[in-house]
T-cell receptor, first 108, second 117 residues
């Protein structure tokens, strides 16, 4: 059973906000929601994580629903360099597994 | 800068030979490291968990005699693909968790592209 569900692909105009949704309805109480992205032929890069409160850092914002069954990663001003596959995943310090992710294409 | 170093970044070998991939945590100790494999246009698949000082734990369907893992120190884990065949050609990625509690993050190496001829 998939732990997460994400749309396979999304487009975003350069300079606009990119909102990437993730469904993680089976997340456990002690699992954080982590977001990573992978640019072609590179290792995944950490973006942000949260437990139940919304989080913001220099890369993105993370909005987690009150029931924790879904979250949204927000890239406030997408650039061409943000084109990548974005993965959300529950993680509690044991192992991290990846679903299919969302391939975000930022277009000029 | 990178906190997990993986080497080599690319390797081409002949069928039947063995290839060793190294994964190092640069500024922290990692009692556990993870090894993933990724085929083109697919997601990362967890292969095994490397444990310092003990045997690795392999995911279902991953041959432990084929993919030898050694975690000899707190900063180094190695994956050896033994008797490599063309179907072993893939992108191999290691990762290691840094820190603990709510600030724990899993950092990834830059990956190794293995091509078996």
């Amino acid at each position: 059973d998939a732990k997460t569900t994400q749309p396979p692909s999304m487009d975003c105009a350069e300079g606009r906000a990119a909102n990437l949704p993730c469904n993680h309805s089976t997340i456990s109480g002690n699992e954080y929601v982590y977001w990573y992205r992978q640019i072609h032929s590179q290792g995944p890069q950490y973006i942000i994580h949260g437990l139940k409160n919304n989080e913001t850092n220099e890369m993105a914002s993370l909005i987690i629903t009150e029931d924790r069954k879904s979250s949204t990663l927000i890239l406030p001003h997408a650039t061409l360099r943000d084109t990548a596959v974005y993965y959300c995943t529950p993680y509690a310090g044991n192992m991290l597994t990846f679903g299919g992710g969302t391939r975000l294409m930022v277009k000029p | 800068g990178a906190v997990v170093s993986q080497h080599p970044s690319r390797v081409i070998c002949k069928s039947g030979t063995s290839v060793k991939i190294e994964c190092r945590s640069l500024d922290f100790q990692a009692t556990t490291m993870f090894w993933y494999r990724q085929f083109p246009k697919q997601s990362l698949m967890l292969m095994a968990t490397s444990n310092e000082g003990s045997k690795a734990t392999y995911e279902q369907g991953v041959e432990k005699d084929k993919f030898l893992i050694n975690h000899a120190s707190l900063t180094l884990s190695t994956l050896t693909v033994t008797s490599a065949h063309p179907e072993d050609s893939s992108f191999y990625i290691c990762s290691a968790p840094k820190s603990g509690g709510r600030d724990e993050k899993l950092f990834f190496g830059s990956g190794t592209q293995l091509s078996v001829l």
